[in-house]
Nanobody, 127 residues
Framework: QVQLVESGGGLVQAGGSLRLSCAAS????????MGWFHQAPGKEREFVAG????????YYADSVKGRFTISRSNAKNKVYLQMNSLKPEDTATYYC????????????????????WGQGTQVTVSS
């Protein structure tokens, strides 16, 4: 079992920045690929960013490329999402997710690939 707890959400004006954190506990964090997803009211959950556990290979949704950065610290059992140049359409609940990956080389974009999820943290961007 892996327990995930997100933090760092809040209310920010358009153009501002937030840094989300996801703390993992339980099994060895470094064996897991990690991802961030978001879900706006009335919409389906969508992929935002993913990172492998070896080499830190990353992948982003087109909507956040150049604005968001995913990173991780295997020593601290944490994954981060730095969000810059925020837009009102970024308003959503943000979830981190973990997928066991023995190879360590891959990131994953499909929510159904992930094994564990956090409870989410709300991000609201005002115009």
């Amino acid at each position: 079992q892996v327990q995930l707890v997100e933090s760092g959400g809040g209310l920010v004006q358009a153009g501002g920045s937030l840094r989300l954190s996801c703390a993992a506990s339980g099994r060895t964090f470094s064996s897991y690929a990690m991802g961030w997803f978001h879900q706006a009211p009335g919409k389906e959950r969508e992929f935002v960013a993913g990172i492998s556990w070896i080499g830190g290979r990353t992948y982003y949704a087109d909507s956040v490329k150049g604005r968001f950065t995913i990173s991780r610290s295997n020593a601290k059992n944490k994954v981060y999402l730095q969000m810059n140049s925020l837009k009102p359409e970024d308003t959503a609940t943000y979830y981190c997710a973990a997928k066991r990956d023995y190879s360590g080389r891959y990131y994953y974009t499909n929510e159904y690939d992930y094994d564990y999820w956090g409870q989410g943290t709300q991000v609201t961007v005002s115009s």
